[in-house]
């Protein structure tokens, strides 16, 4: 039967709990409830208030006290009712979790999960992504995972990891993609991207729901003839350069594709890379193309204006493609 | 009558008084971490940052010291303790060498984060010493975590943690208190009211009489203490400890204090009343100590003077250890943002 991307966190976070008795989630409205999008449905019933823990409407405590248990040798899963709310505990996650290690050598643990991205018409706080705010600061891991498998593989290899992990899910990907997976136990490693989909003409270099327009471009592109690329990074810090160029190098042509916004979007910081280290091998400039730099409006029509989608990528695949 | 007997008798019945009265060795270890503070903090503020020997700023917790010395003579081993930036005592009762100290400030390899980190921001996961970090008050829910973790794992330790009173207007020390209240945590609360917050008055921090007023707000229990007392803090945190340990949840305790210096050693404090110096500069907590254990006939004026000059010796020993030590070579730059990749073929 197929699993869809929410039940495939669900089964790698229940998984590593069972595997682990170190391993604990907490959060708000997680337990009796089973979470905003249910994605710890059952686990009171299965685990105990002990390892489910139901908590005040605190981030930076959940954060906080997250850091604390790890330091203890827990592996804490905290969630973020949405993403957007992390800014509550921007404190505890930038300058507390990612500096230990550096600072004096404490081991941090733990991984924070939520769901981010918009398309679900959530407004201004519940549909952002807030990715980059966290690729920029050292210490810090970010994963973005887009299919099933890839969220089942990697939600485990983060909990397993031994520094803090910070785990964005779209929202939009949750019970909309269902694929079969290997039942019992796999991980994905953190840290490598993915060819999603091979091609020789383009590249587009994605992650989370935008693997799935730049999907829908490619299918309509192959019918014109031109055969894309699609990279999915999977994991945004540490990036992984490699698979990146590599394709770059093959396609010569590349597009780099995210729903966070321009400005200071990972985007950015792969096309300075780009120019740095793989320069003579493109025949175009490198394109962004991304959310522009405003809040995410709730309004349907203002939200569709804002979300990049398969025709803003075919735009600019076949301009790409004349240059 | 002391005074006349000889000496000989003199120790055999302070020996007898020592079985009789737990107070007497208790009283020494306090006046030696206190003094021992006091004067690694005067080296590093009034010498060694002079000198211009230390890289960064020099936060001390003069004035303070029985605050983190009282408290942190109840601790165990096996609790974990949060320091924050007046509590350098603590450091030393759980075991750090005042050579780390003075190797911490100077950025030198020897000091507790070799370099990474200055001042006051050390921590020693063996020695169960977490770092604090700048933004005061951020350490709360963490504690409140280490908390939940010794819940976690049923075991009978407790998380202190320890704080100023600027703190207490942050979000997270809020947040942290009520977490570990709504979940019953065993975590000691510690505040050292100084009365300022670098240059902030308290009656510019807070609206009410006292932090302690901030307990029932989270249905903890929360008392005053003078934290010029060191006797009072142990007591206190005693009473702390046994409800932490015993299931009861948080515990509250504010040391009504004095910060006898500025906020760092670059700030000479002159927007402190000048009358508020003096007054507190009677009540300073070592002298007071040394009062009692002197009334007491727990001590001698020789026993006195040869604990100062033990510190006196080990705090120079330590300084030249420090300078001794090399700064980080600059290829430790990169080392432990990440923990370093696992050979391939393991997980």
């Not at chain 1, 398309?119 to 210490?139: C, L």
């Amino acid at each position: 039967m197929p699993t869809t991307f929410v039940e495939a966190i669900r089964q790698g976070i229940w998984e590593e709990m069972e595997r682990d008795p170190n391993v604990f989630v907490i959060g708000e409205d997680i337990g009796v409830y089973g979470g905003a999008f249910k994605l710890t449905a059952g686990m009171l019933d299965h685990f105990g208030e002990r390892r489910v823990i139901d908590t005040p409407l605190s981030e930076a405590a959940i954060v906080g006290a997250a850091i604390g248990a790890s330091l203890m040798g827990l592996r804490p899963v905290a969630e973020m009712q949405f993403s957007d709310f992390i800014a509550c505990a921007f404190d505890q996650v930038v300058n507390f979790a990612a500096k230990c290690r550096y600072r004096w050598g404490a081991p941090v643990p733990m991984v924070i999960r939520g769901p981010s991205g918009g398309g679900v018409h959530g407004g201004p706080f519940h549909s952002q992504n807030p990715e980059a705010w966290f690729v920029h600061t050292p210490g810090l891991k970010v994963v973005a995972p887009a299919t099933a498998y890839d969220a089942k593989g990697l939600i485990k290899s983060a909990i397993r990891d031994n520094d803090p992990v910070l785990f964005f899910e779209h929202k939009a990907l949750y019970r909309r993609i269902k694929e079969e997976i290997p039942a019992g136990d796999y991980t994905v490693p953190l840290g490598k991207a993915r060819v999603f989909r091979p091609g020789k003409d383009l590249s587009i270099v994605t992650y989370g729901a935008m693997v799935y327009v730049a999907l829908e471009a490619a299918e309509t592109l192959e019918k014109e003839g031109l055969s894309a690329e699609i990279i999915d990074l999977r994991t945004l810090l540490p990036l992984d350069e490699e698979t990146v160029l590599g394709s770059v190098q093959k396609t010569s042509r590349v597009i780099l594709l995210h729903e966070d916004t321009l400005t200071g979007g990972i985007g950015g910081e792969i096309a300075a890379r780009i120019a740095e280290r793989a320069f003579q091998y493109l025949d175009a400039p490198v394109v962004r193309i991304a959310a522009p730099d405003a809040p995410v409006p709730y309004s349907p029509p203002l939200e569709e204006a804002f979300l990049p989608n398969a025709a803003k990528v075919l735009e600019k695949a076949r301009w790409l493609c004349r240059c | 009558m002391a005074a006349v007997e000889p000496l000989g008798l003199a120790r055999a019945s302070r020996a007898v008084a020592e079985r009789a009265d737990p107070n007497v060795e208790l009283a020494r270890q306090f006046l030696y971490y206190m003094s021992l503070m006091r004067e690694v903090e005067d080296r590093l503020e009034r010498k060694l940052y002079r000198q211009g020997k230390i890289a960064g700023g020099v936060y001390s917790g003069r004035g303070q010291e029985a605050i983190c010395v009282g408290a942190g003579l109840v601790t165990e081993p096996d609790d974990m303790v949060f320091p924050s930036h007046r509590d350098l005592g603590l450091y030393f009762i759980r075991g750090v060498h005042p050579r780390q100290v003075f190797a911490q400030y100077m950025g030198r390899v020897g000091g507790l984060t070799r370099g990474k980190d200055g001042n006051m921001h050390m921590g020693d996961l063996r020695l169960k010493i977490v770092a604090i970090i700048s933004s005061i008050g951020a350490s709360v829910p963490v504690a409140a975590g280490a908390a939940l973790a010794i819940k976690y794992k049923g075991t009978r330790e407790a998380a202190f943690v320890f704080f100023g009173d600027g703190a207490t207007s942050r979000g997270d020390w809020h947040e942290g208190v009520n977490l570990a209240a709504v979940q019953r945590l065993p975590l000691v609360l510690i505040c050292n009211n100084n009365q300022y917050a670098y240059s902030t008055p308290l009656d510019k921090q807070m609206a009410c009489a006292n932090v302690a007023d901030r307990g029932p707000a989270y249905g903890i229990p929360a008392e005053i203490v003078d934290g010029n007392d060191v006797f009072a803090v142990y007591e206190a945190t005693r009473r702390a400890a046994e409800h932490a340990r015993a299931g009861l949840g948080p515990y509250l305790i504010e040391c009504k204090t004095f910060r006898m210096s500025g906020h760092s050693a670059h700030d000479p404090g002159d927007y402190v009343p000048k009358h508020l110096w003096e007054e507190w500069a009677h009540r300073d907590p070592i002298k007071r100590l040394k009062q009692r254990m002197m009334e007491n006939g727990w001590a001698g004026q020789a026993e006195l003077d040869q604990t100062q000059a033990r510190i006196l010796q080990e705090v120079d020993a330590a300084v030249k250890w420090a300078e001794n030590s090399p700064f980080p070579e600059a290829s430790a730059l990169l080392e432990n943002v990440y923990e370093p990749p696992a050979p391939a073929g393991e997980n």
